[in-house]
């Protein structure tokens, strides 16, 4: 199966909180990384996260990692039409650095 | 500081053409990638290098050669380029996290 799974779409209204999951597979995993990809543009990382932790907070972004079920999700509160871009799930496995097939989030009005 | 630097960031080739792009970082990191990047399908890592003089397969290496000559250098060459190959190419460092450049968008006629 796919090394990193997460959903393609995700509709939030503005001003509530968005929440895109991901899970993995290398439970050896180092690092495990969030990317935001704006329409043109490259990737540019949010956030990331040890894996000897289980949370972590920035501003309005909230990583969790729950290690025994490998899942990880970002939540973003208070969302704005400014977080409207492709959102990029990865771990990094050995050497490599494996992505998601990222979620496109859409903020409605 | 530039930081990743990709070039060209844009072309267009004929089927059968061959071309090279270049990857430069200033960063001193000795991990180095090309991704490529198609709708849908996520990044899919092509080939990677954990320092000068290396270089591994990726996913999808077909189609493709690279050469790490010197640290701060990655080029990706296409000797025989295929409509199939028509893509955005990401190049990426790392050092814990990854640094990704702006991209070339390739399209082969």
């Known amino acids: 199966g796919e090394d990193v799974e997460q959903s393609l779409f995700l509709s939030v209204r503005e001003g509530d909180s968005s929440v895109i999951n991901c899970t993995y597979t290398?439970?050896?995993?180092?690092?495990l990384y969030w990317y935001k990809q704006e329409p043109g543009a490259g990737l540019q990382l949010l956030t990331y996260?040890?894996?000897?932790?289980d949370m972590k907070q920035d501003q309005r972004l909230t990583v969790l990692l729950n290690k025994k079920d490998k899942h990880l999700s970002l939540r973003i509160a208070d969302t704005q039409t400014g977080d409207s871009a492709i959102y990029f799930c990865?771990?990094?496995?050995?050497?490599?650095?494996?992505f998601g097939k990222g979620t496109r989030l859409h903020i409605l009005p | 500081n530039a930081g990743v630097t990709q070039t060209p960031k844009f072309r267009v080739l004929k089927t059968g053409q061959s071309m090279t792009l270049l990857c430069a970082q200033d960063?001193?990191?000795?991990?180095m990638y090309w991704y490529r990047q198609d709708p849908g399908m996520g990044l899919r890592l092509i080939h990677y290098?954990?320092?000068?003089?290396?270089?591994a397969k990726g996913e999808v290496p077909d189609g493709y050669n690279v050469s790490r000559l010197k640290k701060q250098n990655f080029l990706l060459g296409l000797e025989s380029a295929a409509p199939s190959q028509t893509s955005v190419y990401f190049c990426?460092?790392?050092?814990?996290?990854?640094?990704f450049g702006q991209g070339t968008r390739l399209t082969v006629v």
């Open positions: 990426a460092t790392r050092q814990g996290r990854a640094f």
């Open positions: 290398d439970s050896s995993s180092t690092y």
């Open positions: 990865a771990e990094s496995k050995g050497d490599k650095i494996i």
């Open positions: 960063m001193n990191h000795e991990y």
């Open positions: 290098s954990v320092g000068e003089g290396t270089t």
């Open positions: 996260i040890f894996s000897n932790m």
